[in-house]
């Protein structure tokens, strides 16, 4: 069985300033790694994918995030946010083996971005 | 990739009555899913849809609350059935094949129930 584990529910942050969201997952199998983000009354739409190679992987709207094996962990950053990153951001893992991109998600972080 | 479409977009229903959800994705797929996301909530997986077979249902959701039917691989229903207002949630649909290398999701379903 799969968990993810998000540490922040909610991030406060000015316009221009980096981030950072914290994941952290548990599983007994090889997983794939997720960020994806839902604007206010939108979908959910993919930020970036771990699945292999580097462990830096660089996603859409500058975002990046980082798979550290040995901590369990996928954080999310990015080193400059604007207002229109603020939405909710969700961390998830799918199994390797047999999971057709089966996503068991962290509960969710709130970006706000002040100006 | 895959588009997904889902609808009704969203809908407000009467305590005891049931609504059924569609989704069709514009390639053959084989597995499809069932999401609820509760209000201020994240995303939970109801089920698992298998073309041919009966849908697989994940701890704390079952059948006869949500029946799923998935005639062909570009089709699904999900059927929310005897409605309280614990069921006000956002259902979304999604697809990910072997083939692919992440999932796709539909635009959701807001579903108020009064």
């Known amino acids: 069985a799969q968990s993810v584990t998000q540490l922040d529910s909610q991030v406060p942050v000015f316009e221009e300033a980096p981030v950072e969201l914290r994941c952290n997952y548990s599983?007994?199998?090889?997983?794939?790694l997720f960020w994806y983000v839902q604007y206010p009354n939108q979908g959910l739409q993919l930020l970036l994918k771990?699945?292999?190679?580097?462990?830096l992987v660089k996603g859409i709207n500058g975002f990046e995030a980082e798979f550290n094996k040995s901590q369990t962990s996928f954080h999310l950053r990015k080193p400059s946010v604007h207002i229109s990153d603020t939405a909710e951001y969700f961390c998830?893992?799918?199994?390797?083996?047999?999971?057709?991109?089966?996503?068991?998600f962290g509960a969710g972080t709130r970006l706000a971005v002040h100006p | 990739s895959a588009v997904i479409s889902q609808k009704p977009s969203r809908d407000i229903c009467q305590r005891g009555t049931s609504l059924t959800i569609q989704c069709q994705v514009d390639?053959?797929?084989?597995?499809m899913f069932w999401y609820r996301q509760q209000p201020g909530q994240s995303l939970t997986l109801i089920a698992t849809?298998?073309?041919?077979?009966?849908?697989?249902?994940e701890s704390g959701f079952v059948i006869d609350k949500f029946p799923i039917s998935r005639p062909n691989l570009t089709f699904s229903t999900l059927t929310v059935s005897n409605m309280s207002p614990e069921d006000s949630s956002i259902y979304l649909c999604?697809?990910?094949?072997?083939?692919?290398?992440?999932?796709?999701f539909g635009q959701g379903t807001r579903l108020t129930v009064v």
């Open positions: 599983s007994s199998v090889s997983v794939y």
């Open positions: 849809a298998n073309q041919g077979s009966e849908a697989t249902y």
């Open positions: 998830a893992v799918s199994p390797r083996s047999g999971g057709y991109n089966k996503l068991i």
């Open positions: 771990y699945l292999s190679g580097s462990t």
């Open positions: 390639s053959q797929v084989t597995m």
């Open positions: 999604s697809v990910g094949d072997r083939g692919f290398n992440e999932a796709f």
